[in-house]
């Protein structure tokens, strides 16, 4: 059976999330050890304890997000006996899940991901001033629907930028860009047939070319970091297609900060390359459920507490 490891985004944190996997697997423990120490601070704390406010800061959630889902890599690593690579035959992460798959895959060391992420947190959030920018979610309407009304919104607000920045499911996308702009298309949206068109609760408007200051400053950092060749392909965001030599990777992480994240195409990918069976590790089971529909078939597997390590790794054992 051809498996695929996947890491959630943004959104899916939470306060206490991980902790019973350090609780109980000193490997995943170390993974919170390692990122407080290249952060040079106890994240490890607001993890665990919060407050929420605090956790949910871009510059926090992104590595706070990674570290949970490593945790949770090297607990069933543990319990199964064997590297995760040797179970899986790709990886991919929803935005900053991009990089715990790398991470996971090899590509690039925890501390590494952990520094890269904080920094892309922190340009990201910088990148335009507050309450400036915007993002909604469109529900129940085609891509192409959407990538109009984005276009005759950015239109309308006389300079303004709309783009589809996450195009998550059939049915199911997010716009980004100016304000006035995204409030135009929750409206439009209305208009064109929507189930649902509502303004996010979210500090910046990601995924879009607003987003060029902060794929600037993450550039440097990321052609300073060193990548290895990923021990299996990560199918990534911004192609939807399997990606493994280094310097291709690094680029595709420069433009991702801009760019849509494509995972509706990459579920199709996951589907036309023959996946059975989809483990997201980390919080949250939000790309479990998209895959309900968008591997059509694939056995879905979460991995975040203690009980889970044990159910998946059983059934990796059962099939190694």
């Excluded at 904080?118 to 979610?137: D, H, I, K, S």
């Excluded at 399997?242 to 849509?260: D, F, M, S, Y």
Aim: aromatic content about 2%; glycine content about 10%; hydrophobic content about 50%.
């Amino acid at each position: 059976m051809i498996r695929i490891a996947v890491f959630p985004g943004q959104g899916a944190q939470a306060v206490g999330m991980g902790r019973g996997l350090r609780d109980a697997f000193p490997a995943a423990r170390a993974v919170f050890e390692e990122v407080d120490t290249a952060l040079g601070e106890p994240l490890s704390t607001l993890i665990f304890e919060g407050p929420a406010e605090k956790l949910t800061l871009t510059a926090n959630a992104q590595p706070a997000l990674m570290a949970t889902s490593l945790a949770a890599v090297r607990a069933l690593e543990t319990a199964s006996g064997r590297p995760l690579t040797e179970a899986v035959g790709f990886v991919a992460g929803h935005s900053l899940g991009e990089y715990s798959a790398l991470a996971a895959a090899g590509a690039i060391g925890v501390g590494d991901a952990a520094r890269l992420l904080r920094l892309r947190g922190q340009a990201m959030q910088e990148a335009v001033a507050p309450g400036e920018g915007a993002m909604a979610a469109i529900l129940g309407v085609d891509v192409a629907t959407v990538e109009g009304i984005a276009a005759e919104a950015a239109a309308a607000a006389a300079g303004g930028v709309c783009e589809l920045a996450n195009d998550n499911g059939e049915g199911q996308q997010v716009v980004s860009g100016s304000r006035a702009a995204v409030e135009r298309a929750v409206a439009l949206a209305k208009e064109r047939g929507a189930r649902r068109s509502v303004m996010l609760q979210v500090s910046a408007p990601f995924h879009c070319a607003l987003m060029a200051p902060a794929a600037e400053r993450l550039a440097g950092a990321i052609a300073a970091t060193p990548f290895a060749r990923p021990a299996v392909p990560v199918i990534a965001n911004v192609t939807a297609e399997p990606v493994a030599e280094p310097e291709e990777i690094k680029a595709l992480l420069v433009r991702q900060v801009t760019a849509r994240v494509r995972w509706r195409e990459s579920m199709a990918t996951m589907a036309r390359l023959g996946v059975g069976e989809v483990i997201e590790l980390g919080a949250g089971k939000v790309l479990t459920g998209l895959a309900k529909r968008g591997v059509p078939g694939a056995r879905l597997v979460t991995v975040l507490e203690p009980a889970d390590v044990e159910t998946a790794a059983a059934a990796l054992a059962g099939e190694a």
